[in-house]
């Protein structure tokens, strides 16, 4: 059975950190795109990162680059996202997904249930 599943949201203040997990499981995910998606409540799901099937590209919403840092450990089939100096405007369920074409930033084929991330002030 195919299954990502996020871990490590939760409630953090503004300026503070967090690092969302995915588990990725039910077939080889090593040459597949993982990347990261948020939806915050009134508006649509955007991208955030993405990290190539090696690890060795990784690609960011301007939104968050310098502050996010996607990677993965293709041995335990995990994908993280290190979120650094956070804002309220974070504020969002974030979703794992994995695509199986070479499209870091849309098609994605799989999906998981989300993980609430909120920044208080």
């Known amino acids: 059975q195919v299954q990502l599943v996020e871990s490590g949201g939760g409630l953090v203040q503004a300026g503070g950190s967090l690092r969302l997990s995915c588990a990725a499981s039910?077939?080889?995910?090593?040459?597949?795109?993982m990347g990261w998606f948020r939806q915050a409540p009134g508006k649509e799901r955007e991208f955030v990162a993405a990290?190539?099937?090696?690890?060795?590209?990784?690609y960011y919403a301007d939104s968050v680059k310098g502050r996010f840092t996607i990677s993965r450990d293709n041995a335990k089939n995990t994908v993280y996202l290190q979120m650094n100096s956070l804002k309220i405007e974070d504020t969002a369920v974030y979703y794992c997904?994995?695509?199986?074409?070479?499209?870091?930033?849309?098609?994605?084929?799989?999906w998981g249930q989300g993980t609430q991330v909120t920044v208080s002030s």
């Open positions: 997904a994995a695509n199986s074409q070479p499209q870091p930033r849309r098609g994605y084929n799989y």
């Open positions: 039910g077939r080889t995910w090593s040459t597949f795109y």
């Open positions: 990290i190539r099937g090696s690890g060795g590209s990784t």
